[in-house]
């Protein structure tokens, strides 16, 4: 079993900063990959970054150059920072990851972008 928990969502400006993280409750070396996703109202759940297999970020045509993914082995933890925040970032942002064939999902946690 895998449990990831997010935190460090919360109302921003538009043009503001925004760093979110995720601990999970094993070495994030262990997961076939691991990272952010989306979910606006009314959307369908899309890839923000994640770590692939191998190491290697990958990040969604819409955040490339605004949002770096990054991790922290010994803490367990990945984060996101997002920079330069737009109105249409706004969803709730879901750390995800892939062990031995199965995903595994935190509960979730709002970012709301105010123009």
């Known amino acids: 079993q895998v449990q990831l928990v997010e935190s460090g969502g919360g109302l921003v400006q538009a043009g503001g900063s925004l760093r979110l993280s995720c601990a999970a409750s094993?070495?994030?070396?262990?997961?076939?990959?691991m990272g952010w996703y989306r979910q606006a109202p009314g959307k369908q759940r899309e890839l923000v970054a994640i770590f692939a297999s191998g190491g290697t970020p990958n990040y969604g045509d819409s955040v490339k150059g605004r949002f770096t993914i990054s991790r922290v082995n010994a803490e367990k933890t990945v984060y996101l920072q997002m920079t330069s925040l737009k109105p249409e970032d706004t969803a709730v942002y879901y750390c995800g990851a892939n062990y031995i064939g199965h995903d595994y999902w935190g509960q979730g946690t709002q970012v709301t972008v105010s123009s």
């Open positions: 094993r070495s994030i070396f262990m997961f076939n990959t």
